[in-house]
């Protein structure tokens, strides 16, 4: 497919027929992607039923067989690097190599208090993330890894069988800020991150910027986009699903500053037709 690439987020909160219902329709339309949250609550509305992330996951690999699929983003917080490596080589197996490996460095308040789970300051956390991708790349790509960091310490540690992929599956980093888009220079196939034109396009300088003091090509990253109907800061974008014009709009504005990837929000019930003739055309194309 050459232009702009497309995918969908769909959270994990119908019942498991109705999911399996959504992702065929979705794989059939011939979206690239589909992607779910890896939280205990949903941030939308935390009274909402929610299964667990990586479990549905694997469920769901098993019920498609084309469509690329990953968890936007997984929390760094919520497991063991290691632990979240061996769930993603599992997961590339059951789907014969079509998963991708979303991590970012966890955020979600609500969720921290309720679990009673400890949310470290962003300097910290951002500390302890970089040491966890770097084990999580490492582990992946079937290396023995002994580590001695602040956060982790390994010893001789690896896993077996190796993934599907090789010589590891994608990885898609989540970040916002200069310093976490230091860490998606040196590691990540994929950047994620959400905000207006404007914002995209300063980090994507800074993206660009930091891969080359490293002497990476900036091209080798896909910039992605995940477009959440739920940002305040977006008000002043139509409704993409409101019309093929409203659609074309807003992924131009997005294109314009350096975006090559679109993660969409499911539309609501009403949009869905809409939506899916809109996606249906421009697939075919």
């Known amino acids: ?29 011939g979206i690239e992607t589909i992607w779910n949250p890896d939280h205990f609550l949903r941030p939308t509305d935390p ?11 694997a469920a769901l690999a098993a019920e498609t067989s ?25 997961v590339d197996h059951i789907s014969g190599g079509r998963l991708e490996v979303g991590v970012g460095c966890g955020w979600f308040e609500e969720e921290h208090r309720r ?31 002994t580590y001695e960091g602040e956060h982790y310490r390994l010893s001789e540690a690896k896993l077996r069988p190796y993934p599907v992929q090789l010589p590891r599956p994608p990885l ?3 970040a916002h800020r200069p310093r976490m888009l230091r860490i998606v220079a040196r590691y990540a196939d994929r950047w994620n991150s959400m905000g207006t034109p ?3 396009a300063e980090r994507n300088r800074i993206l660009d910027t930091e891969c080359e003091r490293i002497g990476r090509d900036p091209a080798g990253i896909t910039r992605s986009l995940f477009l959440n109907a739920f940002d305040p800061s977006l008000r002043d974008l139509p409704d993409l699903w409101e ?10 504005r997005f294109t314009e500053a350096g975006v090559g ?25």
């Open 1 to 29: 497919m050459t232009g702009p690439r497309f995918g969908i987020f769909l959270a994990q909160g119908d019942p498991y027929p109705v999911l399996v219902r959504k992702w065929r329709h979705y794989e059939e339309l």
């Open 47 to 57: 009274t909402a039923p929610m299964f667990e992330g990586w479990t549905i996951l």
């Open 66 to 90: 084309r469509i690329r699929m990953g968890a936007l983003v997984s929390s760094n917080l919520l497991r063991h690097p290691a632990l979240l490596a061996q769930e993603a080589i599992t």
């Open 115 to 145: 679990f009673r789970i400890p949310l470290p300051e962003p300097g910290p956390r951002v500390d302890r993330f970089s040491e966890a991708v770097e084990i999580i790349d490492r582990l992946l790509r079937g290396e023995t890894v």
């Open 172 to 174: 898609t980093l989540a």
């Open 198 to 200: 404007d914002e995209m």
């Open 243 to 252: 019309s093929a014009g409203a659609f074309s709009e807003v992924v131009g």
């Open 261 to 285: 990837e679109f993660i969409f929000n499911q539309p609501r019930p009403e949009q869905q037709d809409t939506a899916d003739a809109i996606l249906s055309e421009l697939l075919a194309r």
